[in-house]
């Protein structure tokens, strides 16, 4: 299971807000039927590089401070086609490449 934050606040996206992140992510890591692996998230589009490095980043410090907390997880799925550079270079361990393999949508 990987747990979606919604690091830009925006109304039109799930996943839950920051500051929740710890105790869902040690509810759901005592639920014996699952597993959580991480964090995931989708920068807003419409925002510059700064805010979509700065969602990157704030998502690995989120993931880091699980471990910190002591669970043992290894995921973060963020970044697509535009961004999977800036992602990877933030720890992302899971890209989703849509537009590159399928092309723009119609």
């Known amino acids: 299971v990987c747990i979606q934050v919604n690091l830009s606040g925006e109304v039109t996206k799930g996943g839950v807000a ?16 699952l597993r ?6 989708m920068p807003d589009p ?3 590089t700064t805010s979509r490095d700065a969602t990157f980043a704030g998502l690995r410090g989120l993931l880091e401070s699980l471990r910190a907390s002591g669970l043992d997880v290894d ?19 899971i890209v989703r490449i849509g537009t590159d393999i399928f092309g723009p949508r119609d």
């Not at 992140?21 to 890591?29: D, P, Q, R, S, W």
């Not at 959580?36 to 998230?41: F, I, K, N, S, V």
């Not at 995921?75 to 361990?93: F, H, N």
């Open 18 to 33: 920051p500051n929740e992140v710890e105790a869902l992510a040690l509810k759901v890591a005592r639920l014996p039927r």
């Open 36 to 41: 959580l692996r991480g964090l995931m998230t």
């Open 46 to 48: 419409n925002a510059g």
């Open 75 to 93: 995921t973060l799925s963020m970044g697509m086609s535009d961004d999977m550079e800036a992602a990877i270079r933030e720890g992302a361990t």
